[in-house]
């Protein structure tokens, strides 16, 4: 009886270590998992399956996915001394979880500050109209300055864009008015070119008929053949053709239409 009561508690002991004292961690393919042997990192694990003991180890798994981080609403100052609100979005991916987990408090919150730095030196160092004329360089730039930055963090900097740029009230309504003005100056500019074909074309008609004067008779000729009712023409040369005119009938006849005489 006592033999038997022995192995049952020696038979419970071993299936409660089972169960409790070696623990399954599935790593995903997107992740990567950090051993740690009595609170000393030892090394990083893929994609797979492991057992261990929870006593004196610990698997931390970090996700290596792409993520975004956004920096909203930062007031800034520009070399010219315009308070502008910039927002950013940046993409960035871990590259090395060793560094990002071992090596900084939180890996975000520290690349959230670098944007930050970066972004008010990079605009505090533009004035208001190169920054409107070369925004989209402006995220480029960024990147290329703080992607060292990152990768001391084990981190890959992907994409850094500037999404909005706010100006005060007062400095939008200027600008409205400056676009305005030129769109206003456009119009008045393709006015201008409109009038000064249309002055070309009549000069280049006054020029042709001085040189063939025939060709004023047959416009007027085509002018009363398309007519109706009656048509009068005054003032035609002495050379002129006989011109078609209805008579109330609507008979056509030809008349020599004399010019007046010279009281």
């Known amino acids: 009886m006592t033999f038997s009561l022995v192995l049952l508690l020696v038979t419970a002991a071993l299936a409660a270590g089972l169960k409790y004292g070696v623990r399954r961690v599935v790593v995903f393919e997107f992740e990567r998992g950090l051993k740690y042997v009595n609170g000393r990192f030892t090394g990083i694990l893929g994609a797979g399956t492991y ?18 981080i956004s920096i909203t609403g930062q007031e800034v100052l520009s070399a010219d001394g315009v308070t502008l609100k910039v927002t950013l979005a940046a993409k960035y991916q871990i590259v090395d979880p060793a ?22 030196e990079l605009i505090g160092g533009a004035e208001i109209d190169e920054l409107l004329a070369k925004r989209p360089e402006f ?10 930055a990152a990768a001391q963090l084990g981190l890959l900097l992907e994409s850094v864009n500037v999404k909005d740029v706010m100006f005060p009230g007062d400095l939008k309504r200027i600008f409205s008015q400056v676009v305005k003005a030129r769109k206003e100056g456009q119009a008045a500019l393709e006015k201008a070119r409109a009038e000064t074909a249309t002055l070309r074309h009549l000069a280049n008609a006054a020029s042709l008929i001085d040189r063939n004067p ?6 007027l000729l085509q002018s009363v053949q398309d007519s109706s009712g009656n048509t009068l023409v005054l003032g035609m040369p002495p050379q002129s053709t006989p011109l078609p005119v209805r008579d109330r009938q609507g008979a056509r006849e030809s008349k020599q239409v004399e010019p007046p005489e010279d009281e």
Do not use: C, H, M
């Open 139 to 148: 995220g480029a730039r960024l990147l290329e300055r703080k992607k060292p």
């Open 51 to 68: 057992w261990f003991t929870p006593f004196n180890t610990e698997l931390r798994k970090v996700d290596t996915r792409p993520k975004f």
């Open 214 to 219: 025939t060709i004023l008779q047959l416009r």
């Open 99 to 120: 560094i990002a987990i071992n090596q900084s408090e939180n890996y975000q919150q520290a690349l959230y500050l670098e944007l930050q730095l970066g972004l008010r």
